[in-house]
């Protein structure tokens, strides 16, 4: 595979950039991540105004979200390999 032009390295920076900032702010202790339910089933559910019933979820295990961080080393690891 042909190297990466500079134009492409930064579009990829840009990117990984964006992906950093959107992992912070999940990450921080002052966001909470929730999936909507029926009805209540356990103590640790809550009731969100105007949703409904929610619970919160794991950040970095079990969940779709960590996708994102599996994401991004995927992303970081083509560049290096294609920017020397």
């Keep these: 595979m042909a190297k990466l032009t500079a134009a492409q390295i ?18 921080s202790p002052h966001t909470v991540v929730a999936r909507v339910k029926s009805v209540c089933t356990t103590t640790l559910d809550f ?6 019933v ?7 295990i079990g969940s779709d979200l960590a996708g994102l961080q599996m994401a991004r080393e995927y992303l970081q690891n083509f560049l290096s390999m294609n920017s020397k």
């Design 10 to 27: 930064r579009s990829i920076e840009t990117v990984l950039y964006h992906m950093d900032r959107a992992q912070n702010f999940i990450n």
């Design 47 to 52: 009731e969100v105004p105007h949703v409904g």
């Design 54 to 60: 929610a619970t919160a979820i794991a950040k970095d």
